[in-house]
Structure formats: structure tokens, C-alpha cells
């Protein structure tokens, strides 16, 4: 079998091994939701705190680039050029645009019963952790490769929304519409994590994308 770079980069298994620590990162949040019974305000935390972590790796995505499509992109309604400009613009207003949205989102997460108990916080700060160090590690397994293609910079940008709304939404309104069924919660959490898996490949294949090379001035 030919000894590819990519086998070689997924220590010759196969294995994406981001996909795997993600997988392992929602089956911990699914377990401690069944075994502590948490409910939909409680979730809402640990996946808020998760969006948050994807945001900060985003615009360290952004910065990263060093090379980018400008097509169909627009600032103030103009379109613009690959250049280091444009690159620091598009991060610092994701950055404030993600920030402002999830600041609301805190509003409303604190203006609601809170998560009570020493074990329930603890899970809940576990949880988080253990999305930040996935995140962490997929944001470094998958760098280099990412930074040999040339993504259009506004896909990069808004697929974070695409990202996390559907997963807040599944959580929301499975949550909200069947009350206390615990079998009804753990159906949407399994759909959550599965969905989570499709879109972490679909993002990481559309970095990875070719477009028209253009260099930065």
C-alpha cells in the first residue's frame, strides 16, 4: 500500500482522530446529562460554553491564512481583495459579531434558573474543558493542511453560525417540547452529536478548499 502523507498523518489507520475525541467529548456530556439527570438549561451551558470555543479557534483560523478567495465576499457592501487588511477586518468583526450574540445568549442563560450542586457545576466546567482540548487539538492536527489550500475567507467566517445554530436549536426545542422525557433529551443529544461529527468534516474539507491563488499584498 502506497505510504501516503495523509495515512501517515492519521498514524496509518485511517482514523481522524479529531472526529474521535469529538465523538468522546459529547458521549462524556451525554453521560453525566443521563447519570445527574440534567435538564435543557444545564445542556444549554455546556454547548454555550462550546460555541464559544469554536469562535476563539475561528478567528486564530482567520489570522492563520495565507492565502484566501475574496469571491462573493463584501465589507460595507464593497467587495474587497486578498489582502492582510482584509484578513484582520474579517477577524476582528467575527469576533465582535460571534462575541455580541453569545454575550445575549450569557443574558439569557443567567436570567433562568441556574445549574445547582458542587457535582453539577463540576460536570458542567468538565464538559467544557474536554471541547476546549478537542477543539484545541483539531485546530492544530488539521493547521498545516488547511493552510495549503485557499478557502474563500467568508466561508471560514460564517460557518461557525452554520455551525452551532442548528445544535442550540435540536437542543432548545427537543428539550422545551418533550419537558422532563429523559428518553426524548438523550434522542436529541445523540442527534446533536451526530450532526456535530457531519458539520466538524464539512468545515475542515471546505478549509481545505481550492480556489484561484491569489497572494497577499
Not at 444549554?44 to 478567495?69: P, T
Not at 456535530?196 to 497572494?215: G, Q
Amino acid at each position: 500500500m502506497e505510504d501516503s502523507p495523509v495515512l501517515r498523518r492519521f498514524g496509518g489507520s485511517g482514523i481522524d482522530r479529531p472526529v474521535v475525541f469529538l465523538l468522546l467529548s459529547n458521549l462524556l456530556t451525554i453521560v453525566l446529562a443521563v447519570v445527574q439527570q440534567w435538564d435543557v438549561y444545564t445542556l444549554m451551558w455546556i454547548y454555550w460554553g462550546q460555541s464559544v470555543v469554536i469562535g476563539y479557534f475561528n478567528v486564530h483560523r482567520i489570522l492563520d491564512l495565507r492565502e484566501f478567495s475574496t469571491e462573493g465576499f463584501r465589507i460595507n457592501n464593497r467587495a474587497v481583495a486578498p489582502t492582510r487588511k482584509t484578513q484582520r477586518q474579517t477577524a476582528a468583526f467575527f469576533a465582535v459579531h460571534y462575541g455580541f450574540f453569545h454575550l445575549f445568549y450569557l443574558v439569557f442563560l443567567v436570567t433562568h434558573p441556574g445549574p445547582r450542586g458542587v457535582f453539577t457545576i463540576a460536570g458542567i466546567v468538565l464538559c467544557i474543558l474536554a471541547f476546549y482540548f478537542n477543539h484545541r487539538f483539531s485546530y492544530y492536527y488539521n493547521r498545516e493542511r488547511e493552510l495549503e489550500g485557499v478557502p474563500n475567507i467568508g466561508n471560514i467566517m460564517f460557518f461557525p453560525y452554520a455551525r452551532i445554530l442548528p445544535m442550540h436549536l435540536t437542543i432548545i426545542l427537543g428539550g422545551l417540547s418533550h419537558g422532563d422525557n429523559r428518553l426524548a433529551l438523550l434522542i436529541f443529544l445523540l442527534l446533536k452529536s451526530a450532526a456535530d461529527v457531519v458539520m466538524h468534516l464539512v468545515e475542515h474539507a471546505m478549509a481545505r478548499s481550492r480556489a484561484k491563488r491569489t497572494s497577499l499584498p
